[in-house]
C-alpha cells in the first residue's frame, strides 16, 4: 500500500509525527504537498480538505490517504499505522495505553502553539509577545516540569518491566525525538534539559 500524506510542505509540526512513523514502518509514501504543483503541492492539500473522498472532511492537517480511507488528528493516524505495521502492541490495552501517551503529547504540542499565539492563532507572534511572554512563563515554570516528570514516570514503570511490551517499537518512542527536534525544543531547548538535570538528580 502507498500512502499519501498531507501536510504544510515547509514547516515539521505535527506532519513531522506521521512521516517519522511512514519512516520507521519502512512505508512507501508521497508527501503530496511537498510535490510540485503539476502533480500535487499546497492545491491537492487544499482539495483534500474540502473534498475528502468518502466525505469524511478532515478539520485540519496532517491528513493520511491510505487507498480509500482518509484519515486526520495525528494521533488517530499513529494509532491507524501502528496497528497496520507492528508499531504498536497488539492486545487493546497496550494500543490503548500507547495511544494515552500520544494524546497527551498532542495536548502538549498544543500547548506549545498557545504560548506564541495566546490571544488568537490566525494572528502572528509578533502580534501577541507581550502576551506570548508572560504564558511562556508559567508554561516554562509549571507545565513542562508536569509534563517532562509524567513521562519521566511512564516510561520508568515501562523501564522497570511492568509494561514493556506497551512501548516497545511504538509510534511514542517518536517524543524522546519530538523533544530534541525543532518543533519544540528549539524554542525551550534551556527549560527542558534543565528539567532532565532535575529529574535525574
Ligand atoms: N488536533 C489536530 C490538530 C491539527 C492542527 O492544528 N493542524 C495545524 C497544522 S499543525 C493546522 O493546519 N491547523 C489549521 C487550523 O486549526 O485551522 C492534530 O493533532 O492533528
Redesign the pocket.
Known amino acids: 500500500m502507498r500512502y499519501n500524506l498531507y ?2 510542505p515547509h ?1 515539521q ?3 513531522e509525527f506521521v512521516r517519522l512513523a511512514l519512516e520507521e514502518a519502512g512505508a512507501e509514501y508521497v508527501d503530496v504537498a511537498r510535490l510540485p504543483e503539476s502533480r500535487g503541492g499546497v492545491p491537492a492539500l487544499m482539495r483534500m480538505m474540502e473534498r475528502a473522498p468518502g466525505g469524511r472532511l478532515p ?4 491528513i493520511l490517504q491510505a487507498g480509500r480511507e482518509v484519515i ?4 488517530n493516524i499513529l494509532l491507524y499505522l501502528g496497528a497496520r505495521h507492528g508499531l504498536a502492541p497488539k492486545a487493546e490495552s497496550g494500543r490503548q495505553w500507547v495511544h494515552q501517551l500520544q494524546l497527551t503529547i ?1 495536548d502538549l ?2 500547548e506549545v ?1 498557545d504560548v506564541h499565539h495566546p490571544v488568537a ?1 490566525g494572528l502572528y507572534y509578533e502580534d501577541q509577545k507581550k502576551e506570548a511572554k508572560r504564558k511562556a512563563e508559567s508554561f516554562r515554570k509549571e507545565r513542562v516540569p508536569k509534563y517532562l516528570g509524567y513521562f519521566d514516570a511512564s516510561f520508568s514503570e515501562i523501564r522497570a518491566g511492568r509494561d514493556i511490551s506497551a512501548v516497545q517499537r511504538s509510534p511514542t518512542l517518536i517524543f524522546p525525538r519530538f523533544r530534541s527536534s525543532k518543533a519544540s525544543s528549539m524554542r525551550f531547548r534551556g527549560r527542558y534539559a534543565a528539567c532532565r538535570k532535575n529529574a535525574r538528580g
Not at 478539520?59 to 496532517?62: C, G, K, L, N, Y
Not at 486526520?72 to 494521533?75: N, P, V
Request: net charge positive; proline share 11%; glycine share 10%.
Open positions: 501536510y504544510w514547516i509540526g505535527r506532519g478539520f485540519a492537517p496532517p486526520a488528528q495525528t494521533a498532542a504540542v498544543a502553539h492563532s
